[in-house]
Structures are given as structure tokens and as C-alpha cells.
């Protein structure tokens, strides 16, 4: 009795599987990228004082500031209709690495129990990469499974087939 009412509930999770959990990672990430890309548009000298990783060294500040700010924003619009979900994926995983490596990450750490410190929200001194890392594990199902059924990429998938 008991099996049979767990495999029930097990199918019917199963069936919505690529319906809400991508629908609802792209909601949360395309909130906190709007949010962040409209932050950098309201405001302006955060880039003057940090120092890129190679390539982005190469890119001026201003340049970075634009690109960022406009991918942010891109992107969110993107996640949101679930619109090119694996290109703004990779590119939002990009920007979230580069900028874990340049504004989270501690600026100073000699152990894992140093850079640990960082693995917080807040920075208390020891960086606060947390946050960019949970996004970049939420992007995973969305790069390796797409953006699902609730989703424009589905639409003009599902159209294309029917053309073929």
C-alpha cells in the first residue's frame, strides 16, 4: 500500500520534472542578475579599483563596466523567458566566475580553513563567495538540461521538430 501510493507520487513528480524546478531556477537567477546589472546601471566606479584575470585584464574598466552591466541585464531577460537558457548560462557562469575571482574571493588566505571563512554571505574580512558559488550550482541543471517545458527555447524547439 504503501509502495503503491510513493510510486504514484514519484510518476507524478517525475512528469513536471522539466516543468517548475527549471521554471523556478530561472525565476531566482534572473531576479538576482536584473538586480545586479540595474545596481551597476544606477551607479558607477566600482571597476576602478579591481583587478581582472587574464583576459579581462586586457578589456578597459569602462568596457567591463558596460559589458557586465549589460549582460546582467540581457541575461535576466533571457532566464526569464527561458530564451537562448544555455547561452546565458555559460555566459552568466563566466561573469559569476570572474567576478567570485575578483570581488568575492579573499583577497589574502594561506589555508583551506582561511579561504573556508569566505564561504559566507557577508564579508567579515574573509571575502563572501557563497552566494556566486549557490548560483553557479543552480545554473548546472539549467546548462545540462536546458531551460524545460515553460520556456521559449521548448516553443521554437518543439515548432523546428514539427517542421522537419
Known amino acids: 500500500m504503501f509502495s503503491a501510493g510513493y510510486r504514484k507520487i514519484a510518476v507524478l513528480l517525475n512528469s513536471s520534472a522539466d516543468l517548475l524546478p527549471p521554471l523556478i531556477l530561472r525565476l531566482i537567477l534572473a531576479y538576482e542578475f536584473w538586480d545586479a546589472g540595474f545596481m551597476k546601471l544606477s551607479s558607477e566606479g566600482w571597476f576602478d579599483q579591481l583587478k581582472f584575470p587574464y583576459p579581462f585584464n586586457l578589456i578597459s574598466d ?7 552591466t549589460w549582460l546582467e541585464i ?41 579561504l573556508s571563512k569566505g564561504f559566507v554571505i557577508t564579508d567579515k574580512g574573509f ?17 545540462f538540461g536546458g531551460a524545460g517545458r515553460l520556456s521559449m527555447d521548448y516553443v521554437i524547439n518543439s515548432y523546428l521538430r514539427k517542421r522537419k
Not at 568596457?63 to 557586465?68: E, G, H, Q, T, V
Open 127 to 143: 571575502g563572501n563567495f557563497k552566494l556566486p558559488v549557490m548560483y553557479l550550482a543552480m545554473f548546472m541543471p539549467l546548462l
Open 62 to 68: 569602462d568596457n567591463l563596466w558596460i559589458m557586465s
Open 74 to 114: 540581457a541575461g535576466a531577460i533571457g532566464l526569464l523567458l527561458g530564451l537562448g537558457t544555455r547561452f546565458f548560462t555559460v555566459a552568466l557562469m563566466v561573469l559569476t566566475v570572474v567576478a567570485i575571482q575578483t570581488v568575492h574571493w579573499p583577497i589574502e588566505w594561506h589555508t583551506l580553513t582561511d
